[in-house]
């Protein structure tokens, strides 16, 4: 008998996806070889990746000018990554902390850039009025944490940030429930916790923000504007996960209207027999 996880991750795989990543163990569509055993620069890695962000552009209709990258370092490495992509040190960013998470995005952040703590809460039982929140003028974005999972506190609506790009960290809500991706710079996500196993983080981008990492940053940190080859770059096993990504996210049962469709899909699933 399966077990029923209700545990905030990682998240329960669908059964189907289960049982053909067993089918196909050994032989991965005749290659004679599973899909770990492939390399991650070849072409069937790239038709994987290029469909499992053709299911999440269409499943989150995500804007055209925004890139989606699978990345490694969970979502923490993003705590990091992001400053280090986008600011300078000596630059200056918002932070609310209104949780766990939030707080240790913020303890990272403060390594690389000033942070000003826009907003503070004690208890971690609510998010104050934005009105509340004081926002510094110089701000190079503004952080939050739309669903912190350990304290249960989320957002219902997120503050207006003007031309301060927003960035949410989204590893407990993503493909819960639908969000306006164009209300954020950038959005990032363990994929552990609402779309497969762990080894892989979901982060997406507007392309404005791309190309302006610090120059001490590791190549494997930086979203550049060859975000695209750090698909190619990723470990393996992120390989296997977007795949089961590609078909969990033919399982979410809210279909958004979608921009997606105007991109060119591939056609061949690697889970054909289960769409
Ligand atoms: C909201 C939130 N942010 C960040 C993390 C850290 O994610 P990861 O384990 O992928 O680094 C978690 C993990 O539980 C989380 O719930």
Redesign the pocket.
């Known amino acids: 008998m399966r077990v029923f996880n209700f545990s905030?991750?990682p998240a329960v795989l669908p059964e189907p996806v289960l049982k053909q990543a067993a089918e196909e163990m050994l032989d991965w569509r005749g290659h004679g070889m599973n899909v770990m055993e492939m390399s991650h620069r070849s072409k069937e890695f790239i038709d994987i990746a290029a469909e499992a962000e053709a299911d999440l552009r269409e499943l989150m209709d995500i804007p055209l000018n925004y890139r989606v990258l699978f990345l490694q370092g969970?979502?923490?490495g993003q705590f990091a990554a992001i400053p280090m992509n986008i600011t300078k040190p000596g630059d200056k960013a918002d932070y609310a902390i209104t949780g766990n998470?939030s707080k240790k995005a913020t303890q990272e952040a403060k390594k690389y850039l000033e942070v000003n703590v826009a907003v503070k809460t004690d208890a971690h039982t609510h998010i104050p009025k934005f009105e509340d929140w004081e926002f510094s003028k110089d701000a190079k974005y503004v952080h939050i944490?739309p669903?912190?999972?350990i304290h249960g506190v989320a957002y219902n609506q997120y503050p207006n940030t003007g031309d301060v790009p927003l960035i949410g960290?989204v590893?407990?809500m993503i493909l819960s429930q639908p969000i306006d991706v164009s209300k954020f710079a950038v959005l990032y996500a363990?994929a552990?916790?609402n779309i497969g196993p762990a080894g892989i983080?979901v982060v997406i981008i507007r392309e404005d923000l791309l190309g302006q990492a610090r120059e001490d940053t590791p190549i494997e940190r930086t979203v550049s504007t060859g975000g695209s080859r750090l698909t190619v770059w990723s470990i393996l096993l992120a390989s296997c996960a977007c795949r089961l990504l590609a078909f969990a996210a033919k399982s979410v049962a809210w279909v958004p209207t979608s921009r997606a469709h105007a991109l060119t899909r591939p056609r061949m699933s690697p889970y054909t027999s289960s769409r």
């Open positions: 905030a991750g969970g979502a923490t998470w944490t669903n912190e999972t960290d590893s407990s363990g552990q916790k983080t």
